[in-house]
C-alpha cells in the first residue's frame, strides 16, 4: 500500500496538521540544508521551510548536537524544580531583548497566543480584545478566527469599524467569541472605535501580518499602536511567532523600534524544533506566579521547557548571536536576489505583479501594488494563478507550497546559485502558466 493510503487509513485527512493537506500531496523522507526529497528520493530546493522555522537550514548540525548531546547526557524532562537549560535559555533571551524582561516557555505559538490573552484579561480586568483580518494568531478557540474569509462571509471593507468573526473550524462556540473584535490592519481608527465600545484587554497581531503573504506596517502604524495601547490602556501584544528571530534577534520590534506589552516566539526560535515563548514586561509576566491564584492565569505543560527544544533554542541563539552578523546579512542578500529577480521576471513578460520581501521572507501577489490589508488583496491578487505557478514550480524542483499567498521563506543554507535557479524556474513557470 503506497504512503498515502496508509496515511488516510489512521489518520484523519492522512495528515497531523490540516494546513499540510495540499496537491500535489508529496510525501518528504529526508530533508538537509536547503533540499527536501520526497519518498521517490526526488529532489526540491525548498522555500516552504515547514511554514517558516528552519531559518537556519533543515538539519542545521549545531542544533542537531544540542538536541543529541542533552540526550546523550541522560538529562531528562524532571517535571520538578528549576533547570539549567531553561535558565540559560531564559537569560539568553531576556539578556538580548531588551523589551522580554522576563520569559516563559511552552511548545506552540498557539500556546503562548492563548496564554497572553489570558495574562491581558487577569492584567487589566478585561475581557474584550482585537485581532486583525488576515491576521493568523493560532487554533485556539478564540485567536482561530478570520484569516481568508470571502467577501460574503465577511462584507465589504469597514473603517473605521469591525467584521463578523467567523471561527476557523466546526466545535468553536461563536458565543465564546464575542469578545474578540475583527479589524483591518493598518486601520488606527478601527482601534479606536472598538475601544470606544468596549473594555479592551489586548490587540494581538503579528507586526507584519505573514499568513496572507506579507502585508506590512504603514508608515506610523505600529508606533499608533504603542501610543493607543499607552492612551487606551489595553496590552500591545505583537505576535513575532513568525517574524521573531528570523528578521532580528529581537524580532521585528527591534527593526521598527516599537516594543509591545508582551511577546510571542515560536518557529525559528530552534530552528524547527517544537518551542515556543511568551515574555515581555515584568510587572505582566509575574503575574503568571502570583501569589493570590485569583489573579494568576495558569501556566501548565508537561513538555514546557522540555530540555530537547530548549537545547535547540540555546543553539541557535548561540549561533544567530555569535554569527548573526553574517546570517542575517546572507539571508538578505539572498532575498535581496529573490526580490530582484522575481520582480525582472513580472517585468520582463509584462505581466501584472509585486514582490514583497521582509529580510528572507517573501511573497509575490498578481496586483499592481503591495496589499495594505486583507481586502486589499482579496479584491486584486489572482488565487488560481498563483496556485498554478507553484504547482509548475513544484514539478520542476522548487519546492513552493501550493496555498495562495502563503510566505515563502529562505534559510541560511540557501545560496545565490539556488536564488538564480529558483527565479529563473519562476519565468519559466510564469510562461507555462500564462
Ligand atoms: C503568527 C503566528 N502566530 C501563531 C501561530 C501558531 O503557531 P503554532 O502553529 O506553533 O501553534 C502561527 C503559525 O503559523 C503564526 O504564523
Given at each position: 500500500m503506497n504512503i498515502h493510503k496508509r496515511s488516510l487509513q489512521y489518520i484523519p485527512g492522512g495528515v497531523s496538521s490540516l494546513n499540510r493537506q495540499v496537491s500535489p500531496s508529496l510525501a518528504f523522507s529526508k530533508a538537509e540544508g536547503a533540499y527536501l526529497w520526497d519518498s521517490e528520493q526526488n529532489r526540491y530546493l525548498d522555500f516552504h521551510a515547514a511554514f517558516a522555522p528552519h531559518l537556519l537550514g533543515h538539519n542545521e548540525s549545531q542544533v542537531n548536537n544540542a538536541v543529541t548531546s542533552v540526550i546523550a547526557n541522560r538529562s531528562s524532562l524532571y517535571g520538578s524544580g528549576p533547570n539549567e537549560l531553561e535558565i540559560a535559555l531564559a537569560e539568553s533571551v531576556c539578556g538580548d531583548i531588551k523589551h522580554v524582561e522576563k520569559v516563559t516557555m511552552l511548545n506552540t505559538g498557539s500556546e503562548a497566543t492563548a496564554l497572553a490573552i489570558k495574562l491581558s484579561r487577569a492584567a487589566t480586568g478585561r475581557k474584550h480584545f482585537i485581532v486583525m483580518q488576515g491576521g493568523y494568531n493560532g487554533n485556539s478557540d478564540e485567536l482561530a478566527c478570520n484569516v481568508f474569509n470571502t467577501i460574503a462571509e465577511i462584507g465589504e471593507r469597514v473603517s473605521p469599524g469591525e467584521y463578523p468573526i467567523r471561527p476557523l473550524g466546526a466545535g468553536t462556540v461563536i458565543s465564546e467569541q464575542r469578545y474578540v473584535h475583527v479589524i483591518n490592519y493598518n486601520d488606527l481608527e478601527s482601534v479606536r472605535y472598538v475601544c470606544k465600545r468596549y473594555p479592551v484587554a489586548a490587540l494581538i497581531t503579528?507586526?507584519?501580518?505573514?499568513?496572507?503573504g506579507i502585508v506590512g506596517p504603514e508608515e506610523g502604524y505600529l508606533s499608533g499602536l504603542r501610543e493607543l495601547a499607552d492612551e487606551l490602556g489595553f496590552v500591545l501584544i505583537f505576535d513575532e511567532v513568525k517574524t521573531g528571530f528570523r528578521h532580528a534577534l529581537g524580532g521585528y520590534a527591534e527593526l521598527c523600534g516599537v516594543k509591545p506589552d508582551l511577546v510571542t516566539y515560536g518557529k525559528a526560535v530552534a530552528n524547527g524544533y517544537p518551542i515556543s515563548l511568551l515574555g515581555g514586561k515584568a510587572e505582566l509576566m509575574d503575574l503568571l506566579a502570583d501569589d493570590d491564584p485569583s489573579k494568576r492565569p495558569l501556566v501548565a505543560g508537561t513538555y514546557n521547557g522540555h530540555p530537547a527544544a530548549v537545547a535547540a533554542a540555546i543553539a541557535t541563539l548561540e549561533i544567530l548571536k555569535s554569527r548573526g552578523g553574517e546570517v542575517y546579512a546572507h539571508l538578505d542578500t539572498l532575498g535581496r536576489a529573490a526580490e530582484a529577480g522575481l520582480r525582472q521576471a513580472f517585468e520582463s513578460r509584462n505581466i501584472v505583479g509585486t514582490v514583497v520581501r521582509l529580510g528572507s521572507a517573501f511573497s509575490f501577489y498578481f496586483m499592481d501594488h503591495a496589499p495594505r490589508d486583507f481586502h486589499d488583496m482579496l479584491t486584486n491578487h489572482d488565487f488560481e494563478r498563483d496556485v498554478a505557478v507553484r504547482r509548475a514550480l513544484i514539478s520542476a524542483g522548487i519546492y513552493f507550497i501550493p496555498i495562495a499567498t502563503k510566505q515563502c521563506s529562505i534559510s541560511a543554507s540557501h545560496t545565490l546559485d539556488d536564488i538564480q535557479l529558483m527565479v529563473e524556474q519562476f519565468g519559466k513557470c510564469l510562461d507555462a502558466v500564462g
Open positions: 503579528e507586526p507584519v501580518l505573514q499568513n496572507i
